[in-house]
């Protein structure tokens, strides 16, 4: 695991030591984010690469995320391709707050590769579920917002 992802990490492990009832926040810029994507990216990318694949019915490359929060959206996008061939394939989320955040992707567009953006809401759900189960477990979560640079979660410690 990349450092930007263990400190990220590191901030849940120094929450979860609070006393019970002490509110605290967590907030992620959109650098921490994009470092973060590139670490995920570089870890997985045998993977992302097989995927792209049995999509693609090719192979492709795909590098240089980037992760923009403004006001309630979250955009991401990579440059996929094959060698200096590349274009940027991009995906863009709107987040909500119903008791716990939800993610909804509203557009994707990925050259060759039809995506559509119902298809991967549930690929989103799963994880965002996964995590915010974990927060769950010692924290009471108040909110999630993503503002423009940043991504800010509060909660107060069980």
Known sequence: MGAAIQRF???FEEFR???SGEAFTIEITDREATAAAREYLEENKAQ??????EKAHFELDVDDPQVVFEKDEIHLSVAAGKGFLKKKASLEAFVTWEGR???LV????V????VSPEKLNGAVEQPVARVMDKVGEYADVR???VLDGSAVLEAVKK
Do not use: D, M, Q, T
Not at 48 to 53: Q, S
Not at 106 to 109: A, G, I
Not at 111 to 114: G, N, W
């Open 9 to 11: 990490l590191g901030r």
């Open 17 to 19: 030591a609070l006393p």
């Open 48 to 53: 992302i690469k097989a995927l792209l694949k």
């Open 101 to 103: 955040p939800i993610v």
């Open 106 to 109: 509203e557009s994707v567009k």
């Open 111 to 114: 050259p060759i590769v039809s």
């Open 143 to 145: 909110s999630f917002k």
